[in-house]
């Protein structure tokens, strides 16, 4: 994991957020914030139902190879000792790819539209543009999800593939997938 000390934001509402690195300690409360956020998440691909599936013993898998990873990253967001917010980054194992990370995000439906997203996603770029050997940052988001994608694209993200009608929510619809890339070798330190 890139070392990162952890850092405190005030949201738009005024609220101090704490963002840092997640503790093994914490695998059942950030399990138990991953299940409060699903239910108002329908962007994220895991369903409720799959991530009921989830254990306190693989969330501490989940963490301990997060900082374990030389070029990975888990950092929560907290407010009054609450997990409000999650987004990670792992890159590739592989030598022809090792040189890009995938990334995840997710925000608490009560602190939406407060900045807590950007700043999860400034701090988690910060942290990957630390890492030696880190090229890119990459995410799918879906087309429906035009919060998300502004906020992408006025981080710097650009979008570098479409893939029409790649999911189908629970209602039926289908939602068109959108690839975007971040080369960090672009981006000022």
């Given at each position: 994991?890139?070392?990162?000390?952890?850092?405190t934001?005030?949201?738009k509402?005024g609220d101090s957020?704490i963002?840092?690195?997640?503790l093994v300690s914490e695998?059942e409360?950030?399990?138990?914030a991953?299940l409060?956020i699903l239910?108002t998440?329908p962007?994220?691909?895991t369903?409720?139902?799959?991530?009921?599936?989830k254990?306190?013993?693989?969330?501490?898998?989940?963490?301990t190879?997060?900082?374990?990873?030389?070029?990975?990253?888990l950092i929560i967001?907290?407010?009054?000792?609450?997990i409000?917010?999650i987004t990670?980054?792992v890159?590739?194992?592989?030598?022809?790819r090792?040189?890009r990370?995938?990334?995840?995000?997710?925000?608490?439906?009560d602190?939406?539209?407060?900045g807590?997203?950007e700043?999860?996603?400034?701090?988690?770029?910060?942290?990957?543009?630390?890492?030696e050997g880190?090229?890119?940052l990459?995410?799918?988001v879906?087309?429906a999800?035009?919060p998300?994608?502004?906020?992408?694209?006025?981080?710097g993200?650009?979008q570098?593939?479409?893939?029409?009608?790649?999911?189908r929510?629970?209602d039926?619809?289908?939602?068109?997938?959108?690839?975007m890339?971040?080369?960090?070798?672009?981006?000022?330190?």
């Amino acid at each position: 994991m890139a070392l990162h000390e952890a850092r405190t934001i005030q949201l738009k509402s005024g609220d101090s957020i704490i963002m840092r690195p997640a503790l093994v300690s914490e695998a059942e409360a950030l399990l138990n914030a991953f299940l409060e956020i699903l239910p108002t998440s329908p962007y994220i691909l895991t369903t409720p139902e799959s991530a009921a599936k989830k254990t306190v013993e693989t969330q501490t898998k989940w963490i301990t190879d997060a900082n374990e990873d030389p070029k990975g990253a888990l950092i929560i967001a907290e407010h009054q000792g609450r997990i409000i917010g999650i987004t990670n980054m792992v890159a590739f194992k592989d030598s022809k790819r090792g040189h890009r990370a995938g990334l995840g995000m997710s925000v608490h439906h009560d602190y939406r539209g407060q900045g807590l997203g950007e700043a999860l996603l400034r701090r988690l770029i910060e942290v990957a543009q630390s890492i030696e050997g880190l090229s890119f940052l990459e995410l799918n988001v879906m087309s429906a999800n035009q919060p998300a994608f502004k906020l992408y694209k006025k981080l710097g993200f650009q979008q570098v593939g479409y893939l029409r009608e790649a999911y189908r929510q629970p209602d039926g619809i289908f939602t068109d997938d959108i690839s975007m890339s971040l080369d960090l070798r672009a981006r000022p330190s």
